[in-house]
């Protein structure tokens, strides 16, 4: 793991969910290619992918060419979702994940999640994964356009009574690193995920390259 700062005091882990627990890194690209492919798109490969996958959702859009003016944007997440949610339980949590969960509850650790799936969806995926008791709370957007997670990242401190300062955000994208900057976070970014680390933002604290480096960075 690559760690730029010591962290001491962290006791609530609060989660991103796609990409950094859910391995769907294939999924969503058969999905987007789907869509692409339905619109006369050509499709995006792995690289291209996790070299231009960002939030607000839509500049990723825009980037591999569909047409993101507000009807085709809307047009084109509901088609998205349709088709990943009617697969995502192929998928799994990444190896690793389960044995950290379960170590961080061991440890007394609160843990959360922050997600930019719609609640609804998320709420589902964490039920269909028997997950729902390892967290206090899951928190997802209300739509699926995928935009910032930071309203709803401040709702969820302010609702659980959450020291921002003592607070490790786990996530697999810049805007994770945002969210984090933004909340008062400390970030933890995962090489597992939609981005390639060495797109990272400066203001991560440390990238972590296996699921069983997390742990230390509690200790």
């Not at 959702?57 to 944007?73: K, N, P, Q």
């Not at 997440?77 to 170590?103: N, Q």
């Not at 008791?133 to 609702?159: H, P, T, W």
Request: negative net charge; aromatic residues 8%.
């Amino acid at each position: 793991m690559n760690n730029t700062t010591e962290n001491t005091a962290l006791d609530t882990v609060i989660w991103d969910f796609n990409g950094t627990l859910l391995d769907d890194l294939e999924l969503t690209i058969q999905t987007i290619n789907q869509v692409l492919a339905e619109n006369g798109v050509p499709p995006v490969d792995t690289h291209r992918h996790k070299s231009t996958f960002r939030f607000p959702v839509i500049d990723y859009y825009r980037d591999i060419g569909l047409r993101t003016s507000d009807e085709a944007f809307s047009t084109v997440s509901e088609r998205y979702h349709e088709l990943y949610m009617s697969r995502v339980s192929e998928c799994s949590l990444y190896d690793g994940i389960p044995e950290v969960l379960a170590a961080l509850e061991h440890r007394g650790t609160r843990q959360f999640v922050l997600s930019a799936l719609n609640q609804t969806m998320l709420t589902s995926c964490i039920a269909s994964l028997d997950l729902s008791d390892r967290f206090e709370a899951v928190y997802g957007l209300s739509d699926i356009m995928g935009r910032s997670k930071v309203v709803r990242g401040s709702e969820l401190v302010r609702d659980f009574g959450i020291d921002p300062r003592r607070v490790l955000y786990i996530g697999d994208t810049n805007h994770d690193v945002e969210v984090a900057s933004e909340l008062g976070f400390t970030a933890v970014a995962v090489s597992w995920g939609h981005q390639h680390a060495r797109n990272f933002d400066s203001r991560v604290k440390a990238v972590a390259n296996h699921p069983s480096e997390i742990l230390s960075c509690l200790s």
